[in-house]
């Protein structure tokens, strides 16, 4: 009996150990991720406080200008009021980018998944953008969705999806672009794209293009209105639904950015 008692200690002990063992490399795991989140969260604070202080001192310093005299500076006075109006647009897009990133990452903008024809989609944000397009000089080519099945999407999401790959592409190509949307099926996907013949992305940056304030070129970028947020926007949305999102590119000749999403059974 006492050796049956010694060797039921031994092996409730060696449990134990096992026990706090694993414990302990779940806290540690835990605590981890923890600090990862604070620190994505200190990162994702300090880089909305640089992009909206960009815009913020240039409001501050074309007012002060105007206020200082400028005023009756006919000559030049409307032109400080637009670039004060430009900035607030900059501070307004990108406002708009985070309330709509927050509300796709806290899920209360859940999907409302139904049967979506992705050519109808697509076709209804070119006709919008297509203005955008010809101020840019860029031709914008919707190319036929032939035998392409109903997707299972939120109508809404998807539709932003498109804005945000194809404005880009329309703002990057420069004068006389050429920027195609179509779609493939495949199996149980159907796969998206916006392709471009513009300057294209080295391949360094490719990884890295669907991480929130992201820029290849961060001064162009700014330049064009970006927020910097548009495809992490496009990643989530792209996530949600069960689908991937991807971009290749090649220096001199252009990139193509791709989403896949499911097809509809009903």
Do not use: C
Not at 7 to 33: D, K, P
Request: hydrophobic share 45%; aromatic share 6%.
């Amino acid at each position: 009996m006492t050796l049956f008692l010694a060797g039921l200690l031994l092996g409730l002990a060696a449990a134990g150990a096992a026990a706090l063992a694993w414990r302990r490399r779940v806290l540690e795991r835990e605590i981890g991720e923890l600090k990862r989140l604070s620190e994505v969260r200190r990162e994702f604070v300090a880089n909305v406080s640089h992009e909206l202080r960009t815009p913020l001192a240039s409001i501050k310093a074309y007012a002060e200008t105007l206020s200082q005299g400028a005023l009756e500076d006919a000559e030049n006075r409307a032109g400080f009021v637009a670039e004060i109006e430009a900035a607030a647009d900059r501070m307004a897009n990108l406002v708009d980018d985070l309330l709509n990133l927050a509300a796709l990452e806290s899920g209360r903008r859940p999907p409302v998944f139904a049967p979506l024809a992705l050519g109808k989609a697509a076709a209804e944000v070119v006709a919008v953008l297509m203005p955008l397009a010809g101020r840019k000089s860029v031709v914008l080519r919707l190319e036929p969705f032939h035998d392409i099945p109903p997707v299972r999407a939120d109508r809404e999401m998807v539709k932003r999806v498109f804005v945000n790959l194809i404005e880009n592409a329309i703002k990057y190509s420069g004068d006389r672009g050429v920027v195609r949307v179509g779609a493939e099926a495949s199996g149980d996907m159907v796969t998206a794209w916006v392709s471009d013949n513009g300057p294209g992305i080295p391949a360094e940056s490719l990884p890295r293009l669907f991480e929130r304030f992201y820029r290849v070129d961060k001064a162009r970028s700014r330049e064009l209105g970006g927020t910097g947020l548009g495809l992490a926007i496009v990643k989530h949305i792209v996530d949600v639904h069960g689908g991937t999102a991807s971009a290749e590119s090649v220096v001199g000749e252009g990139s193509t950015f791709r989403f896949t999403l499911p097809v509809h059974r009903g």
